[in-house]
C-alpha cells in the first residue's frame, strides 16, 4: 500500500481524518506539524514567534521531506506543505495526494478557539482564510490524485468515501514505467 498523504487548508480535519483512515487501513499515522514539534521541543505557534513563517517553512521542508520516504503511512500535512514546489513535488512521489477540500466557513468555524494557527492571531482571520485558500486551493489541486469534500460531513463519512475512491483509484505509473512504453 502507498502512502496516503493528506493536504489542505487548516480546518479541513486533515489530522482527524488521518487518524481514523490510518486505523481503517492498519497503518502508522504521522502529522508533519507533530513531527516538527517533536524535532524542535517547540509548540508551532513559538517557532514561528522565534523564526518567522519563513523558518518555520524550512523546518517543515526539513520534515516533509523526510516523512515521504516513509513505508506504509498516512500523512497529514500542514495547510502551507504545498507552498514549495521541492514539497509538493515529495508530496506527489511520496504517495497518494488527497486533498481535504472545505470552505473558508467551516475553516472559521473548526478554527475559531484554536489558539495554535499563527496565521489567524489576527483581527480578520476570515479575510486571511480568503487570501490563503486562492493562492493554495490550485496547489492542492495540482498534486491531488483525490479531492474529497468535508464540509459538514462527519470524519467516519470521509474516510468512508476516500477509501471508495482509493480501491478505484489506478495506481500512477512511474516515470520507469513510461519510459519503458
Known sequence: ????????????????????????????????????????????????????????????????????????????????????????????????????????EQQLDRTARDRNRPLLQTPNPRQVLVELMALRDPLYREIADIIVETDERPPRLVVGEILEQLRSLVPRESPDESALS
Do not use: W
Not at 38 to 51: C, H, M, N, Q, Y
Not at 61 to 83: F, K, P
Not at 84 to 102: F, S
Open 1 to 104: 500500500m502507498p502512502n496516503i498523504i493528506l493536504v489542505g487548508p487548516m480546518g479541513a480535519g486533515k489530522s482527524t481524518i488521518g487518524r481514523l483512515l490510518a486505523k481503517e487501513l492498519r497503518l502508522a499515522f504521522r502529522d508533519s506539524d507533530k513531527e516538527i514539534e517533536k524535532r524542535t521541543g517547540a509548540s508551532i505557534p513559538l517557532i514561528f514567534d522565534v523564526e518567522g513563517e519563513q523558518g518555520f517553512r524550512e523546518r517543515e521542508h526539513s520534515a516533509i521531506a523526510d516523512l515521504c520516504q516513509l513505508q506504509g503511512v498516512v500523512l497529514a500535512t500542514g495547510g502551507g506543505a504545498v507552498l514549495r514546489q521541492d514539497n509538493r513535488q515529495a508530496l506527489r512521489d511520496g504517495g497518494q495526494v488527497i486533498y481535504l477540500c472545505t470552505s473558508v
